[in-house]
């Protein structure tokens, strides 16, 4: 009964999406506002209904009612409840759900919003409700979480084992508010270009609306990707954390492109200028949005990680992308003519520095979508098979960031307008110098020597020493009293703490990134309980190997100790091989052993016999320095996004009811 | 500077281009050079003629592991055999081999030809799925009339029995 419920919510929440879409266009047409609040009551309701539904998935899951046939494939009576309550979202359907929730959900948030103008706002509410439509439609008709089993099932299939991780029941909650969020600013720039008028006070005001949406998505982007990425790196036992694979790169492109946007609708907001380009990006961000479900979910590109796979739904997503994108972008080629922003600038500039930004972002986004989609394209158009790796990837990619990366500090010290590009490089001399010192530091420091890796920390450097030199500047630190500089601390807003804190965040992961990719140390060998394996400076004794039952698996758990060469410092890490019955799936589980900024990565392989004849496990050790700043790095960037969003400046409802009160 | 444009619009145009035009050529040049190189190519055993696949150069070789020519060496060395069940490859692995790799199943590996027409493979891949079967793999066993996905182990079925 409840099961149908949530079935019947999630129908309703169709209508109601619907019913949105079509008062808004009328409320817009008449200019009604009785119409236009229908259509906001609507949004809110299509997003209570939704989330209904999705609170009745989470409840079959929870109690394993395996009558209905998503919670009899993906869950299991003995799986923890946290991996029960997951495995809601763990597969196609129920991640669609999460989709359209989040997606309702900001919808409700939009037409709760306040401060903007009629037209624009109830233009972004049809625009939402026509996104919801189609997939609430998308959900509801092929991919219908709530389909019952007759007979009902004694026992349920489970959720693939590598999926029942903490970090993989938090990551797609978090990339899901990420990459629907930008739907948001796919709205308002849909919006904009139907409302968009020549006065040029409508467009900074636009630029200041789509900013904290842009910034929200960009920060849970980051949180979730960084996730993903972490997972990768401890359950798959492989030593990395980024394969360049087609799944990666498909919630990569967002990020890029949203990070684009960021950068530009602030151009757009201070100076009224980049209006169509800032428009532009919106669309694309939600497109890649789109486009990152259709290869995560169609399986069409070959892929090391892809889950939910479906190739015929993954085909109806591909039918939204052409309808949903074509339909926007085909607005933007009749529109974009006749926007005329304001905007006179200079290249030495705030703004110009901000216009090369977003040329090597957009730049290193289109290297990254070739990379991905020619191997599809090839095999359309002659039928071989290829695969592009990774080293593609680093002669592309990596180049244009790094240039993107060299200029970075000069941006936030270049004046709006007309930049003093000698008094910036006075005030980056120090930085400068204190980054090519580093660099000689690293060279000396590391074996082997490697003159990129190198340079590639002394870019690191760079990055944290210059946004820091920036903010220096700013309190006048050491050249005023120290007062002075408090003060001004204080009063700094919370948006410019919020790009120090993203941009030195950016450094400290180029650092780990750097530093762990140029000097990693891998070792193998079979060892038989006792014997050593030594990976750079450190050494891993294999002590014992005993079989432990967990909830839902079976488990040989390896005790190891880590120690330097000379025996001192001993650390004890377990690694795991567990059997999941159901399913009959092996995974792994890393052993990690964090020294300072570097891990110890311990992975117990199979069992082997080793050359006297007696039992072993192979087990792989790498040495991966600096990795801790890999994910702390972008923790430090989503925590900046937070900040920013937390700056009064860009809550528009909430600077107007305080001037009210 | 009296060649540039005078009006600020046409001046402001031409530094948007000035500035764009230089790294979208440096994004195409640097795409092109490195699709050049570094794009492999996949084959299935029975295409990987001495032309097609010269000894040393990186492809990609995938179909079904062999039942029975799992060989475990000492130090982590694995050897087994990759068949499309017209052709079959010797292939020599050094490391460990992902979770889900088991005979009769699909696999892609990636690698490049010894001398000896063994193929040295750097890397194994495998998907975190259970039911995996490489889309490459599938295809060229459907094209060869030797897809069987009615039972769990395609091709090996027979052969384990």
């Known amino acids: 009964m409840i099961v149908e419920l949530g079935a019947f919510a999630l129908i309703l929440a169709l209508v109601l999406s619907a019913l949105q879409t079509g008062l808004a266009m009328a409320g817009r047409l008449r200019r009604s506002p009785v119409l236009a609040g229908a259509a906001e009551g609507a949004a809110i309701a299509g997003a209570v209904a939704v989330a209904l539904a999705f609170a009745v998935l989470i409840w079959a899951f929870a109690v394993s009612d395996f009558s209905v046939s998503n919670v009899a494939a993906n869950s299991h009576t003995d799986k923890p409840m946290l991996y029960k309550i997951s495995g809601a979202w763990g597969s196609h359907e129920g991640s669609l759900v999460l989709w359209c929730l989040v997606l309702t959900g900001f919808g409700a948030v939009l037409a709760r919003a306040r401060g903007l103008p009629f037209g624009l706002k109830v233009s972004a509410i049809a625009t939402q409700g026509a996104l919801g439509v189609m997939f609430l439609a998308f959900t509801v008709f092929t991919s219908n979480p709530f389909v019952r089993l007759n007979p009902a099932p004694f026992q349920g299939n489970s959720l693939n084992p590598l999926l029942q991780d903490p970090a993989l029941a938090v990551h797609p909650p978090l990339l899901y508010l990420g990459y629907v969020g930008l739907s948001v600013c796919f709205s308002l720039a849909v919006a904009a270009l139907i409302e968009g008028r020549a006065n040029s006070s409508f467009w900074p005001a636009w630029g200041r609306w789509i900013r904290p949406w842009a910034l929200a998505s960009w920060a849970f982007l980051t949180t979730g990707i960084t996730l993903g990425a972490f997972w990768a790196y401890y359950e798959l036992g492989w030593g990395g954390w980024w394969f360049w694979d087609p799944v990666e790169n498909a919630s990569f492109m967002p990020w890029l492109a949203a990070t684009a946007l960021l950068h530009s609708a602030v151009v757009t907001e201070r100076r009224g200028a980049l209006v169509g380009w800032t428009a532009f990006l919106a669309l694309l961000a939600f497109t890649l949005s789109i486009l990152g479900a259709f290869i995560v979910r169609s399986g069409v590109p070959t892929s090391v990680h892809a889950f939910a796979v479906d190739p015929e739904r993954g085909m109806v997503l591909l039918a939204i ?110 930085a400068a110098g204190l980054a090519i010192l580093m660099a000689l530091l690293g060279w000396m420091a590391f074996e082997p020597k490697k003159a990129l890796s190198a340079a590639g920390i002394g870019l690191g450097a760079w990055l944290i020493f210059g946004t820091l030199a920036e903010v220096a500047e700013r309190l006048r630190l050491f050249r005023a009293p120290f007062a002075e500089t408090l003060r001004r601390a204080r009063s700094l807003p919370l948006g410019a703490w919020g790009t120090t804190l993203a941009h030195a965040g ?129 923790a430090i960037m989503a925590l900046g996004g937070l900040l920013s969003l937390l700056d009064r400046r860009l809550r528009i409802g909430v600077s107007r009811r305080k001037r009210t009160a | ?73 000492a130090n982590g060395e694995v050897a087994f055999a990759v068949t499309d069940n017209a052709a079959t490859t010797r292939i020599v692995f050094h490391g460990d081999l992902p979770d889900l790799f088991r005979e009769g199943q699909g696999v892609v590996t990636q690698g490049a030809f010894l001398p000896d027409r063994s193929f040295r493979a750097t890397q194994v891949l495998a998907k975190h799925d259970e039911n995996y079967m490489p889309r490459e793999v599938a295809d060229r066993l459907k094209s060869k009339g030797e897809w069987r996905p009615e039972s769990d182990a395609p091709a090996t079925g027979a052969a384990t029995l």
């Open chain 1, 506 to 634: 950016l450094g400290v992961f180029v650092l780990g990134a750097v530093v762990e990719t140029g000097y990693r140390v891998e070792a193998a060998r079979a060892l038989a309980p006792g014997q050593m394996i030594e990976a750079g400076k450190w050494a891993v004794r294999l002590d014992s190997v005993r079989v432990v039952e967990g909830p839902n698996y079976l488990a040989e758990q390896g005790r190891l100790t880590v120690t330097l060469r000379d025996g001192s410092a001993p650390t004890a890490v377990i690694a795991e091989r567990r059997f999941f019955p159901t399913g009959g799936q092996t995974t792994t589980e890393v052993g990690l052993d964090f020294r300072g900024l570097d891990d110890v990565y311990v992975v117990l392989g199979e069992r082997v016999r080793n050359e006297a004849g007696d039992p072993a496990w192979t087990v792989r050790v790498w040495w991966n320095p600096w990795a801790r700043l890999i994910f702390l790095g972008p």
């Open chain 2, 1 to 73: 500077m009296n060649w540039l444009p005078k009006s600020p619009k046409a001046r402001r145009r031409l530094w948007v281009v000035a500035i764009v035009a230089p790294v979208l050529a440096l994004a195409v040049g640097l795409s092109l050079y490195a699709m050049r190189d570094n794009v492999t190519f996949f084959f299935s055993p029975s295409e990987t003629t001495d032309e097609d696949a010269p000894v040393g150069r990186v492809i990609r070789l995938g179909g079904l592991v062999e039942a029975g020519s799992v060989v475990h060496g």
């Open chain 1, 321 to 430: 992308l052409a309808v949903a994108s074509g339909a926007a972008f085909a607005l933007f080629a009749w529109r974009a003519p006749q926007l005329k922003g304001g905007g006179m600038f200079a290249p030495v500039s705030r703004e110009g520095a901000l216009v090369l930004n977003n040329v090597f972002l957009t730049a290193s986004c289109a290297t990254v979508m070739l990379g991905t989609l020619y191997p599809l394209i090839l095999e359309a158009a002659d039928g071989a098979t290829i695969s592009v790796g990774p080293p593609y990837f680093a002669l592309t990619f990596v180049p244009l960031m790094v240039a993107a990366l060299l200029i970075l500090p000069a941006g936030p010290l270049l004046a709006w307008k007309r930049g003093d590009l000698k008094g910036v490089g006075q005030r980056l001399a120090l």
